[in-house]
């Protein structure tokens, strides 16, 4: 059993055998036990049922405009990194005047949870929501409408605000978001009765809590649709700008999903499982693990672990190398034996040992020899992953001291220094580079995503 379902079983059980033995009535100990498990089962059930909007992953890293049914106005939003670092993919929207939209349903009379991951960068005036519009093109156009204001006198703060149909104003403010930080939003919309609710929290993969609902300045947590259309909403809709919205203003959306179910789905469609144990989504080197496992360049060090603390050998480099230059299906055969005298005919790793060596990536260890069990340090890293970048004829420029345990003099000093010049490396710690140590399996993720920029 999934360990997320066995938990959500385990806490209605544990919630409802709190009720039953606190009711005062045998009829209220059945009905609230009742009630609990559900519940809880209702959660559980809608954990399976988010299908996503969009990703991002699979798109080019270009404008979004004609990319997976995106329709939008060409330079208002496009597919770039995460500019919280690794190779996840997300979409960068400028708050200049623009639109941009992707079908998404919600049929009349349905109730159906909408998530997705928000992050902006500087204050500008943009909104985000669903809308009943086959080709939407105006504020007016939304129905559940959540997003910023342009920064203004009146209105200085990054507050978050929505769209609300029931109050005597347009817009209602819910909370203050903080700049470079990634936020699960949670949408319950309610296409029957036509108001939305919203959850918000900043936890990596964590669920929304019952803490995280927001409310306006009145207390109220029910927002009105902007526009009452009373019929299905079509597509996810984004609009950007108007009256003094900032030019260079930009957010990040990610992760868009939109429940299938009218359940109450609260869980984060992200953080529902991890594809190696031992690297959780918080781990430091997550996406960059994420990313090259997705391309097929590790399955890790078993079925469920990765091993990040593990040292590579020269046989490993090999392989991770290979792939990193080639793609994750790339396969060079089984090795002839003739290059290295410590790699024999039937060696695991002998096709990629001899491939490296004839893409002039490395010489061996010696005249005749590889070492392929030998650990691979940062100093040899940097030049493996130069000359797989270049070419055998690369050579790096003259150092000039830019660690302060490379010295201008140490024989890899070049190719730390241009690792670094690449934004590839930083060292580390502490103005250090540690070019003796090996390099770690985490660690040789980073350097594989940079170098090749993988995505």
Same mark, same amino acid.
Not at 235 to 250: C, E, L, M, Q
Not at 279 to 289: E, K
């Given at each position: 059993m999934n360990t997320r379902l066995s938990r959500v079983i385990r806490g209605c059980l544990v919630g409802a055998s709190h009720l039953f033995n606190t009711a005062r009535t045998w009829s209220a100990r059945f009905l609230s036990l009742t009630a609990v498990l559900c519940a809880g089962l209702m959660v559980v059930n809608a954990q399976a049922a988010f299908k996503a909007v969009e990703t991002f992953d699979s798109l080019n890293l270009t404008d979004v405009n004609g990319q997976n049914g995106w329709d939008s106005?060409?330079?208002?939003?496009?597919?770039?990194?995460?500019?919280?670092?690794?190779? $996840? &993919?997300?979409?960068?929207?400028?708050?200049?005047?623009?639109?941009?939209?992707?079908?998404?349903s919600v049929p009349q009379g349905s109730t159906r949870m909408l998530f997705l991951r928000l992050r902006f960068e500087e204050h500008g005036r943009y909104s985000f929501g669903l809308s009943f519009a086959s080709n939407p093109m105006e504020y007016i156009d939304f129905q559940?409408?959540?997003?910023?204001?342009?920064?203004?006198?009146s209105d200085p703060g990054n507050d978050l605000r929505v769209a609300n149909g029931s109050s005597t104003e347009i817009y209602d403010v819910l909370t203050?978001?903080?700049?470079?930080?990634? #936020?699960?939003?949670?949408?319950?919309?309610? $296409? +029957?009765?036509?108001? #939305?609710?919203?959850?918000?929290?900043?936890?990596?993969?964590?669920?929304? &809590?019952?803490?995280?609902?927001?409310?306006?300045?009145?207390a109220e947590t029910l927002f009105g649709f902007r526009t009452a259309p009373g019929t299905d909403l079509e $597509?996810?809709?984004?609009?950007?700008?108007?009256?003094?919205?900032?030019? +260079?203003?930009?957010f990040y959306l990610d992760d868009i999903y939109l429940e299938t179910t009218d359940d109450v789905n609260l869980s984060n469609p992200q953080g529902i499982i991890t594809r190696f144990l031992d690297?959780?989504?918080?781990?430091?080197? #997550?996406?960059?693990?994420e990313t090259i496992a997705k391309l097929g360049i590790t399955s890790g060090c078993d079925e469920t672990h990765y091993c990040p603390t593990d040292p590579v050998n020269r046989a490993q480099m090999a392989v991770f190398v290979e792939q990193g230059m080639r793609g994750g299906a790339y396969d060079p055969g089984p090795g002839v034996g003739n290059i290295f005298l410590d790699v024999p005919p039937g060696y695991w790793a002998g096709g990629w040992i001899e491939q490296l060596s004839m893409d002039g990536v490395t010489?061996?260890?010696?005249?005749?020899? #590889?070492?392929?069990?030998?650990?691979?340090?940062?100093a040899e890293m940097a030049v493996f992953l130069l000359r797989a970048k270049y070419g055998m004829d690369y050579a790096p420029p003259t150092p000039v001291g830019v660690f302060n345990d490379v010295a201008v003099t140490y024989w890899a000093a070049g190719w730390i220094e241009q690792l670094a010049a690449e934004g590839i490396t930083s060292g580390c710690g502490n103005? $250090?580079?540690?070019?003796?140590d090996p390099v770690n399996r985490d660690q040789m993720a980073?350097?594989?995503?940079?170098?090749? &920029?993988? &995505?």
């Open positions: 106005d060409p330079g208002i939003a496009k597919v770039v990194l995460d500019p919280s670092g690794g190779g $996840n &993919q997300v979409l960068e929207v400028l708050t200049e005047s623009g639109e941009l939209f992707k079908a998404a559940p409408e959540l997003g910023m204001a342009a920064a203004t006198a203050a978001l903080v700049p470079g930080t990634w #936020y699960n939003v949670w949408v319950l919309v309610d $296409n +029957d009765l036509e108001n #939305y609710q919203v959850w918000l929290n900043s936890a990596p993969g964590g669920d929304a &809590q019952a803490g995280d609902q927001l409310s306006n300045d009145a $597509n996810f809709f984004i609009k950007t700008g108007g009256g003094d919205s900032p030019a +260079d203003g930009r690297v959780p989504i918080d781990h430091w080197a #997550y996406s960059f693990i010489s061996g260890c010696g005249p005749t020899h #590889y070492c392929p069990g030998s650990l691979t340090t940062r103005g $250090n580079y540690c070019p003796a980073v350097f594989l995503v940079r170098t090749f &920029q993988l &995505q």
